[in-house]
């Protein structure tokens, strides 16, 4: 997986999907870029075309306990376009 925000790359890594009792859960490693090494735990959903995925910042500390943007994690929202 490589992500790019229009200006500059922000890294390449992998991300593991796992179904638990705590919820839906989707960490990412980041394996190349600029920035600190480690992995990223997060919650996802997924609603159709709109999968929302918050992780916890910096990587490897908390695991967030809801789908919310705020201090010490981030929300990102994504919507599969059709053609």
Known sequence: MG???????????????????EGKQL????????GGRGTYLGLYSLDGDTLKWCVGNPPGK????????????FLMILTRQRD
Request: aromatic content about 2%; overall charge positive; glycine content about 12%.
């Open 3 to 21: 992500v790019e925000d229009g200006k500059k790359n922000l890294g390449e890594g992998t991300f593991t999907i796992k179904h638990t009792k």
């Open 27 to 34: 960490d990412a490693t980041r394996t190349k870029g600029q």
């Open 62 to 73: 908390t695991r967030p306990a809801e789908l919310q943007s705020k201090s010490g994690q």
